[in-house]
Structure formats: C-alpha cells, structure tokens
C-alpha cells in the first residue's frame, strides 16, 4: 500500500496542471532537462498530499470529497441530422481550481467518448473506469428504450464518479473541461491531431520490436492476473444470466400453476378455503419472484458487466506499459550500433527510461487501489444479492405460515360449530 | 394425520409410518360384522424385490413382487402372534381389484397406484424399474390394502382376506367366482351411450363432479410438475457459481477465502433440490391418487345409469306388452303394428290363435311385471348403498385433500428456511471478502 515516497502520478511531477496545452507526455521532446525543475506549485504539491492520504484510504470518503457529479435527466435531442439522447451533468466542488462551485452541462455519449480517450491518452498506464458499452447488447429493440437509457445513464454516472474520486485523474484538465464547458465542440477539436501521432509511434515500435526482454515478474503476475480474472468475471457473468433465465421459464410456469387451484376450487365446497389459500400463496410467491429477478438485474448484472470491461480497459494499460517498455529497449538496443550519436540517444534513452519507470510506478499505485475498489463493488453486490434472496425466502415464508395459521383457526371453528350443534 | 381425540386410532403400517386414514369412524353402509379387517390385523407392505421366471407364453421377463405382512392384533393363548407374509405382483393387486370393483360396483374404489409415471418431472425416472418408482409404488400399494381393508363394506370380502393370507392358490380362487364374465359384460356396458329418462339427480351432479375432479386435479399435476421442473434447473445451476467461485478464489489474495466458503454454500444450495422435490412427489402422489379416485367415483354413477336405464328398459318393454295385451282384447288398435296391419289385410286371425296369443302374453306380462320389480328393488338398493358410499368418500376426500394441501404449506415453509439458512451463510462469507 503505501510506502511510496515518490508519487505514483507522474504527470503531478513533472508538468503543471493548469496548463491549457494538451499534456504531451508523450513526445520525445519532453524532459527534465529541458530545464523545468520539479514544479512545486501549489497544485501539485496538494496532489502529492493527497495521493498520500489516499493510499491509506484508497478513495475519497464522504468526509474529503470535495467534488460531487451527478447525471440524470436524460433528454432526446433533435437535429436535423440526427436523433440523440443528451444528459445532464451537474457538477457541485469547493476546488478553487473551479471558477465556481455548480456547474451545469448537457452532454451525450459522444462526450463521454471523448473524454475517456482523452484521459486514457494522457494517462496511459492508470485505470481508466470503462464507460458503458457504445452500441446495443442483443436482445434489446432500440436504442431509445428505457431501461436501456436508464442502464447506460446509471453507468455513465458511475464513470465521472470514480474519475471524480480518483487521485490523479480528477485533476485532468479534461475532466474539468468536461464538467464546465457549455459547448464542447470546439475542445473536442483538439487532439487528434496528437491522437494518430501516438498511434504512428506505438506501430513504429511495435514494427521494430521483437518483444519484452525482461517484463519485471511484478507485471508478469499483473498479466496473468488480468487473464485470470477476465475470464473469471465472464463466467460469473454468464452463470447469473443463466440464472435469469432460468428464473424467467420458472416464473412462467408459477404464473400458469397459481390458477389450477383457484379453478378447482370453483367445483369444491368443503376444500374452497384450502384451495383458493394455498393458490393465493403461490400467487404472491410469483409476486416475490418477480422482484427477485428484478433486483438480480439492477444490481448484480450490472456491476458484473462493469467489471468485464474493466477487464478489458486493464488488458489495455497491461499493453500500453509494455510498450513503453518495448520503446525504451528499442532505443537501448538501437544506442549500441550508432556510435555517433551516443550523446544525444543517450539522452532520449534516459529520458524512455524515465518515462517507463514513472508509467510502471503510476500503474503500481494505481493498481492496489483499483484492487480494493473492485473488491469493495463486487463484494457489496453479492452481499446485496445474498440479502435480496434472503428477504425473498422469508417473505414467502411468511405467506405460506399465515395460511397454516389461518387453516387452523378454521378447524378450530369447525370442531366448536359440531360441538354445538 | 388426524388430530381429533374422537377419531379411532387404527393401526397403520408395520414400521410405524404415519400414514393417511381413511375415516374407519362413520358407518353409512349395511354393516358386516362390525369391525373392518384393519381394526383385527395389521397390513403393510414391507419390502420389494425383483424376479425373473416365464410368463405365460413361456418368455422369460423381469418382474418386481412386494411382500405383504400381517399380524393379526389379537393375541392367541396370550401370545403375540407371529406376522404372517407372502409376495405379491402388481398384477395380482390389479385382479383383486377388478374382482373387487364387479363383486362392489356401488363402492367408489380405492385406486391402485399409476402403472406407469406420469407426471413425472423429468429427473424423475419414468421406468418402472427405477428404485424410486418402485418405493413410491410400494408406498401406493400399501395404501390401497389399507384403504380396502378399513373399508365398511370391502374388508368383510373373504378373497380380499384370502389375498393377504393365501399365497398359493388365491388365483383360482378369484377366477373360480367367475366374477371375470361380469367384468367384461360390465365394462362393454360402461362404454356404451344410452340415454336415461330419469336417472338419480344427486349421483348424475356426482358424476358431473367427478369429472371435475378429474380435469383440475390432472392440470394441478400437469402445472406443477413443470413448475417443479425449472426450479430444479434454477437451484442447479447455482451449483456453477460453486465451482467459478472456487477458481476465482485461487486468483485472489484477500477475497480468496470468502468467495471460496462462499462457493461451498453455492454448491449446498444446489444440492438442496434434490430432497426437496422428493418430498414434494408425496404430495402429488396424494393428488394423483384422488386424479384416479375421480375415475372410480364415475364409474360407480355410470354404473347406476346402466341399471336405471336397464330399468327404463324393462319399464318400457312391460308398457308395449299391456299395450299389445289390450289390443286384443279389445280389438282396438291404438299404435300401428305390423300385426294389425296383416290383420287388415289378410283378415283377423282366428279366436283360437288370438286366445294362445293373448295367454302368452299375460306370461310375458306376468314375468315382466316380475322383472320390472327385481329391477326397481335393484336400482333401489343400488342407488342407497352407492349414495352411501359416495357421501362417505366425499368426507374421506375432503379431509385427504385438505391434509395433503396443509403438508404442501409445510413443505414450502420448510423449503424457504432452507433457503433462508443457506443465503444468509452466504453472505456471512461474502462479507468476508
């Protein structure tokens, strides 16, 4: 945990926040030498104290937080060109880096996009929570459903709430510009630029490298560990939607059960009380299951789903660190046959290998923390799952003991009517 | 089982098993000695085996016999006397129910279990071979001796006590009744359509109602059985959460153990089905037995039908021959008759003949008269003990069913405690983690 005293972020070390630039970590022009000392801005050291403090709490509890996001209010929108839903997000912080303290924007999905590109970009190696999937999952109509837009407006409420409670990315100045802008078009402009010349690098890499030389065994057991746990999630996954479905024919049939013993009744006299009890018991049992497949889908379901593309967003820092590395030991290697240059490859060799020690240490810190988030969501998910089974035993229970009961009091009538009679 | 002081206690079966009873205490029928077979000795249905040996065209089968005890409740000389046993196969409890059922026909019969499973949800095995099939069926064939023989009217039957006794022989004994004419008569009687002028208005709503029964009680059974079907489905695959989870947990450091222990729960949880829907088979082996009730319920109205309809028969056969008596005595044709029209044509017979004839007839009359009488008497009789007997099992049902739909409630309740108890362990690990 912590232990650290160099700060796993490596942008609060080496580049100041409140540069409106695009942050370009990347470029091979940037280092220390370039003759910017370790900024101590007040930003930056704030960030380092906080960082410090939250890897012994690991994220932001109500008492710290300083900034809170909601999105809701989903509203379609229409163009002449096209249809689209659009969110509100609404932004309350005391952060001074804000010129106020609410903010109130419109945004779509497409924003979305945009800024979590943005932030993986500049932060290669943190994790990035995932944003809710682009297009439709099978087996829904449209995309203008309920539920749908429901689901992804919950999703999307949970991606700028971690980004908000995360140490490092929280001060991302896209993040801020995300929050504040009205019209997001002109900022979206910027970077793509940036974007493809990253990709041009990495396939440069990738072209002459022919693979790790030593991946550190820390990142190997990273590796394997993001394997396993892929594939894990995805089971889990599939065995509760194995589950609803199952759930789903059993309450099909409940519904078709419940009136055998209603109609039967009908040609009964002495059994008329039994049966139309025990069908009115099975009848709000069907109620109960139906609440339980309900609660299965609204909490389970989703957090499982999130933590499949969590998966994957951790497949991708797992990649782009080992590219870093790829590139600093593609320089390496390429620093012994051009003895002419030595001084200034020595340069740009130092520089990959400082930029692959900061990408390697943000992703140690960033790692246990996503550990403990990931283990805290899924732990409580299954905890609310056990409890909603729980509740559903007992309401059941419940129904079917205040038949007994009642079966008895009617005994007890009948015997007292013929001891009378 | 009952919980009314008053009720008689009648011994049950030889393990001591509860079992359902039929009321022995009410008596709407002509009395036999007083005291139902079952109130002298006690039946059970112990044990069942497999044979093999030839049939009856000389091949060799596989075939399963079930040993009957008894034991007689008095004592002999002070002594307890000793069980008796002999072994017994389905088709031989089939025949002394047929037997039972010609000798009987105004008893709503008990009925034997299912020949082959039906309704079975599908983990059940529908072969008859299947051990579960065979206990469940042993369980059915010992409630049938039981039924029949705290039977008012059926336990006095000497080939019923000869069933329970004599191992050797008893066949012959059944066909020596040659109760198996009656049975064919009766059942080509049975499918046959007639139209009854004036049957018994309570045994036709009677046989209205058993027809009910029959169709809700088969749909219940139908809908539960699927029912039945998907929660064993639900509960197993919860048996994969079992096995991810145990994976999962090699993978992880602090969540390792409870996801693990969780797992364990998952794997319970799986596995509780399987007594759970056993026990609920009981339950709808206390449904399907009044499914077949229903049959032998109608059976005895229709019953009733053949014989009122024989009487209308007789009735009507008795009123042409007055007509025809009358007519020649007095000469005057009321109905068209073939005779009357040969009479207009050819001349009327003469006096001798028309005296033959008419001696004839006032036979014919004579025997007719007679005959309508034995069958009134009979349609009387028929009707009083069949009404008797229809009211009796009406109390029985209503009673059976009302028990069986309370265990039902039992059995629900304690499926969901189950459930409850395994889920909150679950969480307990899931906290853990």
């Known amino acids: 945990m912590s232990g650290h005293t160099v700060p796993a972020d490596i942008s609060g070390h080496m580049l100041d926040f409140d540069e409106d630039e695009d942050l370009e970590v990347f470029s091979k022009n940037t280092s220390l030498t370039d003759g910017d000392p370790i900024p101590n801005s007040p930003g930056s050291m704030v960030n380092q104290y906080r960082l410090e403090e939250d890897e012994e709490e690991q994220q932001q509890d109500g008492d710290t937080k300083d900034i809170f996001v909601t999105v809701d209010n989903p509203e379609n929108h229409i163009t002449a060109l096209e249809t689209f839903i659009m969110y509100r997000v609404v932004t309350k912080t005391t952060r001074s880096e804000f010129d106020s303290s609410e903010f109130e924007v419109r945004r779509r999905y497409q924003d979305f996009l945009w800024l979590r590109s943005r932030l993986e970009e500049n932060y290669p190696t943190l994790i990035v929570h995932p944003l809710p999937e682009k297009f439709v999952m099978k087996g829904m109509v449209e995309r203008f459903n309920d539920d749908f837009i429901e689901t992804r407006r919950k999703a999307l409420h949970r991606f700028l709430n971690r980004i908000s409670e995360h140490p490092i990315l929280s001060y991302s100045q896209y993040f801020k510009v995300f929050l504040t802008t009205q019209e997001l078009a002109s900022h979206k402009k910027q970077g793509p630029g940036f974007l493809s010349r990253m990709g041009v690098t990495m396939r440069a890499v990738a072209n002459s490298v022919r693979g790790l030389r030593s991946r550190l065994d820390e990142f190997t057991v990273m590796q394997e560990y993001v394997e396993d746990f892929s594939n894990k999630i995805g089971i889990v996954d599939k065995v509760t939607q194995r589950i609803i479905k199952e759930q789903r024919e059993y309450l099909d049939d409940l519904k078709q059960y419940s009136p055998t013993y209603f109609q039967w009744a009908e040609s009964e006299v002495e059994l008329v009380e039994p049966l139309k009890g025990v069908g009115s018991c099975v009848e709000r049992c069907t109620k109960e299951t139906e609440e339980q497949i309900q609660h299965l889908s609204e909490v389970l379901v989703p957090a499982l789903h999130e933590y499949i593309l969590c998966a994957d967003t951790l497949k991708g820092v797992m990649r782009r660190r080992d590219n870093i590395q790829a590139e600093f030991e593609a320089k390496n290697e390429a620093m012994g046959s051009r003895k002419n240059d030595e001084e200034i490859l020595q340069e740009e060799v130092d520089n990959l290998a400082d930029r692959m020690e900061q990408a390697n240490n943000a992703l140690r810190g960033d790692w246990s923390r996503w550990k403990t988030i990931m283990r805290t969501d899924l732990r409580s998910a299954f905890v609310a799952t056990a409890e909603k089974n729980m509740e559903y035993y007992e309401k059941c229970l419940a129904v079917w003991e205040s038949f007994l009961v009642s079966q008895r009091g009617e005994s007890t009538e009948q015997r007292e009517e013929e001891h009378a009679s | ?433």
């Not at chain 2, 039981?146 to 004994?173: C, Q």
């Open chain 2, 1 to 433: 089982m009952a919980e009314d002081g008053k009720e008689e206690s009648v011994a049950s079966s030889c393990d001591g098993s509860d079992r359902t009873e039929p009321d022995g205490s009410l008596n709407h029928t002509v009395p036999g000695d007083g005291s139902s077979l079952l109130r002298r000795m006690e039946i059970c249905v112990a044990e069942a085996e497999r044979r093999s040996g030839k049939n009856a065209v000389g091949m060799q089968e596989t075939f399963t016999v079930y040993l009957i005890e008894t034991r007689l409740l008095e004592s002999v000389d002070g002594r307890n006397p000793p069980p008796d046993s002999l072994w017994r196969r389905y088709s031989e409890f089939e025949l002394l129910r047929n037997y039972l059922i010609v000798t009987y026909p105004f008893i709503v019969m008990p009925p034997l279990p299912e020949k082959r499973a039906e309704f079975v949800w599908h983990k059940l095995s529908a072969d008859n071979m299947d051990p579960d099939f065979v206990e469940r069926r042993r369980v059915g064939l010992e409630n049938f001796l039981l039924r029949v023989a705290s039977h008012p009217v059926l336990s006095n039957d000497k080939i019923l006590y000869h069933f329970l006794t004599k191992e050797h022989g008893w066949k012959e004994m059944v066909y020596e009744t040659e109760f198996q004419a009656k049975a064919d008569s009766r059942l080509r009687a049975l499918n046959a359509t007639f139209r009854v002028r004036s049957p018994n208005k309570p045994l036709m709503e009677t046989k209205h109602y058993s027809d009910e029964l029959q169709s809700h009680t088969s749909q219940l059974l139908r809908a539960r059985t699927r029912v039945a079907d998907r929660l064993y489905a639900v509960y197993k695959v919860h048996g994969n959460y079992g096995r991810v989870f145990s994976e999962w947990s090699a993978i992880e450091k602090e969540m390792g153990d409870g996801l693990q222990s969780a797992g364990h729960h998952m794997d319970a949880y799986a596995a509780s089905i399987d007594d759970i829907l056993e026990e609920e088979e009981h339950y709808a082996d206390q449904l399907k037995e009044y499914l077949f009730y229903a049959e032998a319920l109608r059976a005895v109205c229709r019953k009733h039908e053949l014989t009122q309809f024989e009487l209308e028969m007789a009735s009507q056969d008795l009123v042409s021959k007055k007509q025809q008596r009358e007519e020649l005595a007095t000469g005057i044709v009321r109905t068209f008759s073939f005779k009357g029209m040969t009479n207009k044509l050819f001349g009327q017979e003469a006096p001798e003949q028309r005296e033959a004839r008419l001696n004839l007839l006032e036979e014919l009359i004579a025997e007719g008269e007679e005959a309508v009488k034995d069958k009134t008497a009979e349609c009387e009789e028929y009707v009083e003990r069949a009404w008797a007997d229809v009211l009796r099992f009406k109390d029985q049902k209503d009673k059976d069913l009302q028990e069986a739909l309370i265990n039902y409630a039992h059995m629900q309740i304690s499926m969901c405690k189950k459930g409850i108890q395994i889920w909150s362990n679950a969480r307990e690990c899931f906290l853990k983690m």
